[in-house]
Each structure stands twice: as structure tokens, then as C-alpha cells.
């Protein structure tokens, strides 16, 4: 049996933003509504993060290597000695150096969703040194500064694992069918680790702050934009 996907409030807000119909009604809710709410409420930093994901969305993506693709890029890699399975103390054998190959991967994917990001119009208000997310990323004495939250920013706009496109099960060899068994590299979770280590994941919290706050204040004013659609049209008395 299959269930619908309900989407979630961030999941609206940021489809709304890049909605072809963004015209008012004053009978039903629309996602220039959503839009309204966004742009009343407090946290402009965690609107951003929202406006940078949308821009994520609406652009080319970096090519990812398939499974096929990174085993090609391991035989053309000097090989590994791995122990030899089922005899202790074994002659070590030569293996493909597949995890070195998939950090190749992921390196070439964290380049080229720096170039992307790059070209994001919310890009520099996020990164400015005075106004953006910088300044608290520096005042923490995390270094690089820039470079680590532009790639936690990359995370926030691209979470999905590389290995499994975010479907949290591995796929089966030579094929795009999934299999029933959790993909190793996310541990079944969907998710690309967080760049960075710690220094990451403070920078993430810290993101997550502001949209929360974001969020909550968009929650709060969408329950005031009905009326002031019928405000905007006549329909009621402008409040003195």
C-alpha cells in the first residue's frame, strides 16, 4: 500500500517561491500567501537560506557518479592491499581502492556545487563579512570561515547522499532498481554527512536557528494574510 506525501511547511514555502501562479485570491489560501507570510516575518538570514535553496532547485546540478562509474574511476587507480578473506594472517591481496574512488567523487561534487552556489543570487547577502551568516561563522574561530560555511551551505541546499540520490537503499549492481537493503554510505538515513566535522555541524546548527526562526515567524503571519488581502481589496476598514 502507498501513502501520499503530505509536504511540510518548508517544503511549501519553498516550492511557493519559485511557483508559476502567484496570483491572489481572496476565497483560498495560495502560495503568494505563503510568499506574504515569508516576507512579514523576522529572520532575514533564515529567509535566505529558504531563497537559496529554491535557486538550488531551480538550477543545473553537478553530474554525480553512478556506482558503475566510481568502480571505473577505482580501476583506473593504483590498487589497495586488503587482508584475504577467511585465512588469518593471509597474503594481503590487491583490491580496487573503491573508497578512495568515492572520495575522488565527493570531491569533484563539493567543486562544482561551490561554482553553482557561486552563481545563487542569495549567495552574498549569506556570505557578506558585516550583515550574513559570516561574521558569527568568524567570531566562533572556526577557519577557513568562507569555506566551510559555503560548503555547509552546498549541505543545506544539497543533502542528499551521493551514493543512494537520497533514497536511503542501496541500488542493485549494473542496474537503477533499488534493493531492500539500507545503503551503506548513509547508514539508511538519505543524508550526506555534513562537511566539516564538528566545525560543520555547529555552523548547521547555527543555520538552523534562523530557519527555525524564520519558520515560525512565516507560521505566525500566515494567519494574518486573509485579512490583509480583504484590506488590500476594500472588502474590510484598514485597522488605525
Known amino acids: 500500500m502507498t501513502t501520499s506525501h503530505i509536504p511540510t511547511f518548508d517544503e511549501r514555502l519553498t516550492s511557493a517561491a519559485s511557483s508559476s501562479d502567484l496570483s491572489v485570491n481572496l476565497e483560498r489560501r495560495g502560495d503568494v500567501d505563503l510568499l506574504i507570510a515569508a516576507g512579514k516575518a523576522p529572520a532575514?538570514?533564515?529567509?535566505?537560506?529558504?531563497?537559496?535553496?529554491?535557486?538550488?532547485?531551480?538550477?543545473?546540478k553537478p553530474q554525480r557518479m553512478t556506482p558503475d562509474d566510481i568502480r571505473r574511476l577505482a580501476e583506473s587507480m593504483p590498487r589497495v592491499l586488503m587482508g584475504k578473506k577467511g585465512r588469518k594472517g593471509g597474503r594481503?591481496?590487491?583490491?580496487?581502492?573503491?573508497?578512495?574512488?568515492?572520495?575522488?567523487?565527493?570531491?569533484?561534487?563539493?567543486?562544482?556545487?561551490?561554482?553553482?552556489?557561486?552563481?545563487?543570487?542569495?549567495?552574498?547577502?549569506?556570505m557578506d563579512p558585516?550583515?550574513?551568516?559570516?561574521?558569527?561563522?568568524?567570531?566562533?574561530?572556526?577557519?577557513?570561515?568562507?569555506?566551510?560555511?559555503?560548503?555547509?551551505?552546498?549541505?543545506?541546499?544539497?543533502?542528499?547522499?551521493?551514493?543512494?540520490?537520497?533514497?536511503?537503499?542501496?541500488?542493485?549492481?549494473?542496474?537503477?532498481?533499488?534493493?531492500?537493503?539500507?545503503?551503506?554510505?548513509?547508514?539508511g538515513t538519505g543524508r550526506r554527512l555534513i562537511p566539516h566535522g564538528?566545525?560543520?555541524?555547529?555552523?548547521?546548527?547555527?543555520?538552523?536557528?534562523?530557519v527555525d526562526h524564520a519558520r515560525r515567524g512565516a507560521r505566525v503571519a500566515l494567519k494574518g494574510v486573509h485579512r490583509m488581502k480583504l484590506q488590500a481589496a476594500g472588502k474590510v476598514p484598514v485597522s488605525q
Open 92 to 126: 594481503p591481496v590487491e583490491s580496487l581502492d573503491i573508497p578512495g574512488a568515492r572520495a575522488l567523487a565527493e570531491q569533484h561534487l563539493a567543486v562544482e556545487r561551490r561554482r553553482i552556489l557561486g552563481r545563487l543570487k542569495s549567495l552574498p547577502a549569506l
Open 130 to 187: 558585516h550583515a550574513g551568516l559570516l561574521p558569527w561563522v568568524v567570531a566562533k574561530g572556526i577557519a577557513p570561515p568562507a569555506e566551510k560555511l559555503l560548503d555547509v551551505l552546498a549541505w543545506w541546499a544539497d543533502r542528499n547522499c551521493t551514493a543512494c540520490q537520497g533514497t536511503m537503499w542501496q541500488l542493485v549492481p549494473g542496474t537503477n532498481y533499488q534493493s531492500k537493503t539500507p545503503c551503506k554510505a548513509c547508514h
Open 198 to 210: 564538528e566545525d560543520g555541524r555547529e555552523i548547521s546548527a547555527h543555520i538552523e536557528q534562523q
Open 44 to 60: 532575514p538570514l533564515g529567509r535566505l537560506v529558504y531563497q537559496l535553496m529554491t535557486e538550488w532547485d531551480g538550477t543545473a
